[in-house]
C-alpha cells in the first residue's frame, strides 16, 4: 500500500514563497513520476506540476510557471513544490499524486493511481 502525505501548508501574504513537501511511503512502483494538483474554491482540481523518476523531465501549469520550482529525492521517496510570488488566486488544497510503475510526466489526473489527503494553502491580499 502507497501512501503520500503532504506537509507544508498553511496562511501566507500575497507575494510570499512557499515550500511544500510530500513524502512516499510503503511499497512504492519502480520509475513512478509524481505531481502537484490544486483545487482552489468552488474550482475543479488542476494540475500544477509533474516530475518524472529521475527528476529530468518537468512540467508547470501555466499559472505557475517561471515562479515555481519542483524537486525529488528519488532515495528518500520526497517531493517538493516551491511557490513563489504566491497570489490570492493560488489559494488551494494541495495534492501530491503518484503514478504507477514506469509512469511519466502528465496533466491529466487520471494517470496517477496514488493520492494524498491535501494540505490547505491560503493566500491573503
Known amino acids: 500500500q502507497v501512501q503520500l502525505v503532504e506537509s507544508g501548508g498553511g496562511l501566507v501574504q500575497a507575494g510570499d514563497s512557499l515550500k511544500l513537501s510530500c513524502a512516499a511511503s510503503?511499497?512504492?512502483?519502480?520509475?513512478?513520476?509524481m505531481a502537484w494538483f490544486r483545487q482552489g474554491p468552488a474550482k475543479e482540481r488542476d494540475f500544477v506540476a509533474a516530475i518524472s523518476w529521475r527528476g529530468v523531465f518537468t512540467d508547470f501549469a501555466d499559472d505557475v510557471k517561471g515562479r515555481s520550482t519542483i524537486s525529488r529525492d528519488g532515495a528518500k521517496n520526497t517531493m517538493a513544490l516551491q511557490i513563489n510570488t504566491l497570489k490570492p488566486e493560488d489559494t488551494a488544497v494541495y495534492y501530491c499524486?503518484?503514478?504507477?510503475?514506469?509512469?511519466?510526466?502528465?496533466?491529466?489526473?487520471?494517470?496517477?493511481?496514488?493520492w494524498g489527503q491535501g494540505t490547505q494553502v491560503t493566500v491573503s491580499s
Open positions: 510503503g511499497r512504492m512502483p519502480v520509475r513512478y513520476a
Open positions: 499524486a503518484a503514478t504507477g510503475e514506469f509512469g511519466s510526466v502528465s496533466k491529466s489526473e487520471t494517470l496517477y493511481t496514488y
